[in-house]
């Protein structure tokens, strides 16, 4: 199943999949193409496939994406193989931002949607700077998108409010596994025993 997670810049969606990756077998990160420069923290590969821009537009015109956006001015997206290969061996979640869960639910595909909110709009701002990651500018225009996001809360299937991270981590833990238990994901398994019982 595609498991797809979006919500606001700093909601805290890298931390709580982190927790879920370290916790949960069977679920696989999808590594998203940028052409936003690489952090000193990221790793080409493993947090992003970090790529030029003419690059990623060659990969546009060739239809490699399953969803691409603009976000905050670089351009992110999910590429049709890195789902093929991740999916084969299970769960494949992706971490992307809302316009582009938009995308996906446009697609029709089976695929469960997961917003993650902060708790309140100053926790996010306060997480944000705490982060440190972005210079002061870039955490305004992050904010003012945020403004606009989270009011599309409400055209996903779930959400998880993330004020302590421990809760949120159980949550979305809590999903992933209830959607492992749906009738139509275990179909096959519930034959195979039914089968067993003639
Ligand atoms: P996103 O991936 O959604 O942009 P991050 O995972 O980078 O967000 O989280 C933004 C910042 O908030 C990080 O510095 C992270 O350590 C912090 N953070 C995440 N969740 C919590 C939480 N529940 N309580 C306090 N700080 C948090
Ligand atoms: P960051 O630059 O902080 O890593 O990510 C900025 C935003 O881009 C986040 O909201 C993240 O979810 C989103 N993002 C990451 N990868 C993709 C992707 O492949 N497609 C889309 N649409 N958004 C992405």
């Known amino acids: 199943m595609l498991i797809v997670v979006t919500g606001p810049s700093g ?17 696989r990160f999808s590594v998203s193409h940028t052409t936003r420069p690489r952090r000193p923290s990221e790793q080409d ?3 992003y496939h970090f790529v030029a821009k003419g690059e990623f537009e060659r990969m546009v015109r060739r239809s490699a994406f399953v969803e691409w956006a603009i976000v905050h001015g670089n351009y992110y997206g999910t590429s049709k193989r890195e789902i093929a290969e991740k999916g084969k061996a299970g769960d494949v979640i992706l971490d992307i931002d809302v316009q582009g869960a938009k995308q996906v639910q446009a697609l029709g595909i089976a695929a469960v949607f997961v917003f993650i909110m902060p708790p309140v709009f100053r926790e996010l701002k306060r997480r944000l700077k705490e ?4 210079k002061p500018d870039v955490i305004e225009r992050r904010l003012r998108t945020a403004r606009r996001e989270i009011t599309q809360a409400s055209h996903f299937d779930y959400v998880v409010i993330n004020d302590k991270l421990d809760r949120a981590v159980l949550e979305l833990e809590s999903i992933i596994l209830a959607t492992r238990c749906r009738l139509a994901v275990r179909r096959d398994q519930v034959r195979t025993i039914q089968r067993s019982f003639e």
């Open 11 to 27: 909601s805290g969606k890298s931390t709580i999949l982190r927790h879920v990756m370290r916790d949960l077998r069977g679920v």
């Open 45 to 47: 590969g493993r947090d």
């Open 131 to 134: 982060r440190g990651e972005d």
